[in-house]
């Protein structure tokens, strides 16, 4: 079965400052793996997603994500937080070998301080 | 939140009442997924349809009904065998192709039982 892990419930980090939130998986194939971000009372906005190719990724808003097979791990990362950047993150994946189900992480609140 | 509409953004309930909620996409996808979240938990799924017609229990799909009659419309039944109904909905679709992975989330239904 496959999983995810978001070992932070929380990640502060003052603006300007770089900010990590971080996301490991388990899956039996070679994984689909996506970040998302949610603000309050709000729907999932896609952010970024690994299927191939370049292990680092770039996505919207400045975030990028390092795919790290041996360490199963997909951390999003962000060289300067802003403050704007204050939200609930999913990391999800999805076995493209398995059927068309995604799995997502419990999500880490990032609260960046002015 | 993309060409996905939920409606109603609140609802409220009665124990022992069923309740439907809705969810349209115009984005021409072919796949729709209802997700449940609450606090801590992130995202369960509660049932996914690939094609009209057809679908899939999720992993929390007990006291929940479905129904894919339309490309476009993936209403979600709460019914009264759903123990613990209060939680925020999300409506999910996406394309099935491996290069289109992404899904996109309605802004979600928050369903309180009072």
């Known amino acids: 079965a496959q999983s995810v892990a978001q070992p932070e419930d929380q990640v502060n980090v003052a603006e300007g400052n770089p900010l990590t939130v971080k996301c490991t998986y388990s899956?039996?194939?070679?994984?689909?793996l996506f970040w998302y971000v949610q603000y309050p009372n709000r729907g999932l906005q896609f952010l970024l997603k690994y299927i191939t190719g370049d292990n680092l990724v770039k996505g919207s808003y400045g975030f990028e994500a390092e795919f790290n097979k041996s360490q199963t791990s997909f951390h999003l990362k962000k060289p300067s937080a802003l403050v704007s950047d204050s939200a609930l993150y999913f990391c999800a994946v999805r076995d493209p070998g398995g059927y068309q189900k995604v799995t997502f992480g419990t999500g880490t609140k990032l609260q960046v301080i002015p | 939140d993309g060409g996905i509409t939920q409606s109603p953004k609140y609802l409220f309930r009665k124990e022992g009442q069923n309740v439907t909620l809705s969810c349209e996409q115009n984005?021409?996808?072919?796949?729709m997924y209802w997700y449940r979240q609450d606090p801590g938990q992130g995202l369960r799924l509660i049932y996914y349809s690939q094609i009209v017609n057809d679908f899939q229990k999720g992993d929390i799909a007990e006291g929940y009904s479905v129904s894919r009659e339309k490309k476009e419309s993936f209403p979600l039944t709460v019914t009264s065998a759903q123990k613990n109904p209060t939680a925020f909905y999300l409506c999910a679709s996406r394309v099935l192709a491996a290069s289109t992975d992404t899904q996109y989330f309605g802004p979600g239904t928050r369903l309180t039982v009072l």
């Open positions: 984005l021409n996808h072919d796949a």
């Open positions: 899956v039996s194939g070679n994984p689909y």
